[in-house]
């Protein structure tokens, strides 16, 4: 039986306003809406006075712009950055030249060969965080303390940042609500992404605040969810394999039946993230490489 994944669209907001969503946090959604960032990127504000910003967002002069002028009266003191994809990290350079604040993230980008493009907005290959963070690192203002949480899968270098005290999690695009995640190789694992979902299942955090899309008010059935459905995926594949079906164009051809045209690709990436991670456990082989049109097949059953 399919695995129903509770994914929630409804979402509101208005495109340039800096807007409260809960105590001590508000949001800014940029407008750069497109099947991978749902409405846009919801660039988060923490603290009141002297705040933090997670995830800038794409390099639109209008986003910061008008994030700037929500915080007229305030001091951006941290920019924190969830990971370097470019609807994320981009506008960090020109927050900081605005504010002079550090930036805060677990490292560059490290996907792939420069200028090569995965099926999402690609890689953010300028951001260099002032201040490198590792799982678990505090970075702490004025009346808010984060705790960085590792989490790669969608990128290597995917931060979800908590406030433990409130049981909070801002979970960028590891766990979105509207959406699962895009899984891309190289830079996206598909092991790793699970064993990032089942790190969560392990913490108490009692909402999500995803970078694109709706909060989500009961994570740990909702991760699960997530969790079932690439395991359901993963099982797909594996009849596809059996019955024959070895290359990831008609793996995706049986099991995306309803997939828009525009997502195909990404479907493809997802399906070539599974078949490296069974690769990686021995359980199928590629004729060659593991690439994107290698032929692969079961080694067992
Ligand atoms: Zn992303």
Redesign the pocket.
Known sequence: MAVDIPLRREFSFEYGRLEPVAPGIRRIVARNPSPFTFRGTGTYVIGRGEVAVIDPGPDLAEHVEALLAGLSSERVTHILIT?T?R??SPAAASLKVATGAATYGYGPHAGGRRGEQGA??GGDWDFVPDVTVRDGDSVAGKGWCFEAVHTPG??SNHLCFALPDDRILFS??HVMGWSTS?ISPPDGDMAAYLASLNKLLGRRDAIYWPTHGPAITEPQPHVRAFIAHRREREAGILDCLAAGVGDIDAIVDRLYVKVQPGLRRAAGRSVHAHLIDLVGRGIIASEGPPTLDARYRRLRS
């Open positions: 990971h994809h609807d994320h999402e907005e969608h990128t960028g695009d895009v």
